[in-house]
């Protein structure tokens, strides 16, 4: 693919009482911008002192909700408050890396037309070249579609045409959204380098929602979705769900593990292992989290 010139960017940013991990954050981006970008901050109705912190950053422009809306809403206002035609959600608790809005530029380039540009999964990083894939719109796109929605950058056609993230989906609305997405429009995964770091803690949204008693019966309904949005029939997409509902689950099992939190050790444990298709080693491990918590 040729690249285009510089393309114009809206990095929004969903907040709620996250003060100064947003003040850390916003001192990376604000940097990388260009003249033409813009930088919005949808404060879900924070009241640690946000909206009086953003009001003293360059460049930065506030959508303050009166009171907290919740993460579904507050990313749909992201969506509706961007005036540059790409718009990436970056999440409050993560970290721009030096160059990390070039190397999403650079994505946004690369694609002849409207397209989601997503960054792919962390792993080792043997140089800083710039690497990436690019899926055409149908089923393997849709059963395939990016599980990191902080640093997706979508054009803002695209947002206008499909809506926002489905409000009915309190937990993992981006699973369904970035599948729709997908359906429709080309994919450009970033695979090198590494534009952002998620900062994980157990106060992170994902991990929040994990510990919710319905999740596992809503991570079922969003999953069924991106099923329907894949357009195959159920027989055939049910073994790719199941890959996926193995891939949730077992992120869950060595997140857990890593925050030292048993009860999300013990659920996504028992979801583990019964299942073959895991290999014998993980499974015998969620064997033995399932009764121990570790």
Known sequence: MTERAPVALTVAIPTYNRRDELTSLLGAI???????????????????????????????????HEHNQGVVRAWNACLASAERPWVCIVHDDDMLEEGGLETIRR?????PGPALVVLGPEGVELDAGFRYAVWEPGPYAVL????????????????????????????????????????????????SPRALSPRLHGKNFQFETWRQPDFLARLREVEQRVGEHSGVPP????????????????????????????????????????????????????????????
């Open 235 to 294: 027989e055939a997409s049910a073994q790719w769900l199941e890959r996926r509902w193995e891939g949730h689950m077992t992120h869950m099992f060595r997140s857990g593990l890593r925050l030292g939190d048993s009860g999300l050790t013990r659920l996504a444990a028992r979801e583990l292992r019964g299942r073959r298709a895991v290999g014998r080693r993980l499974r015998l491990r969620a064997y033995v989290a399932a009764l121990t918590g570790r």
């Open 107 to 111: 994505g946004c380039t690369l694609v």
């Open 144 to 191: 395939n579609a990016t599980r990191m929605p902080s640093g997706a950058t979508v054009h803002a056609s695209i947002a206008a045409e499909v809506g926002g993230f489905d409000e009915r989906h309190p937990y993992s609305p981006d699973l369904e959204y970035f599948a729709r997405v997908s359906a429709r429009w080309p994919v450009l995964t970033i695979e």
């Open 30 to 64: 604000v940097p990388q911008l260009l003249p033409e970008d813009e930088l919005v901050v949808v404060d879900d109705g924070s009241c640690d002192g946000t909206a009086e912190a953003v009001d003293g950053v360059e460049r930065a422009r506030i959508v303050r």
